[in-house]
């Protein structure tokens, strides 16, 4: 059974950076990508970023530029560092890891509020 832990969620003023972290249980890290959603208030969860087992990374164009996705294979954690946090970024912040054949794993989610 795979299970990720999330932490760093805050409320921030605009401008200011946070870092979320996603413990996994297991070495998934270096095999399989971990994802992340964002959920605002009334609107669909999106993806914000991808990083694959090999360290490719990929974001949604709402956040390139400004979050950056990291890992580190020995903890088993994966990191989501966010500059620039504008209020549009508020949202329950989810890391997800898909394994082929056991399933699709989410974290408990992590709030992030950005506002003055």
């Known amino acids: 059974q795979v299970q990720l832990v999330e932490s760093g969620g805050a409320l921030v003023q605009p401008g200011e950076s946070l870092r979320l972290s996603c413990a996994a249980s297991g070495n998934i890290l270096s095999i399989y990508a971990m994802n992340w959603y964002r959920q605002a208030p009334g609107k669909q969860r999106e993806l914000v970023a991808v990083i694959t087992s090999d360290g490719s990374t990929n974001y949604a164009n709402s956040v390139k530029g400004r979050f950056t996705l990291s890992r580190d294979n020995a903890a088993n954690t994966g990191y989501l560092q966010m500059n620039s946090l504008k209020p549009d970024d508020t949202a329950v912040y989810y890391c997800?890891?898909?394994?082929?054949?056991?399933?699709?794993?989410w974290g408990q989610g992590t709030q992030v509020t950005v506002s003055s």
């Open positions: 997800n890891v898909r394994i082929p054949m056991l399933g699709n794993y």
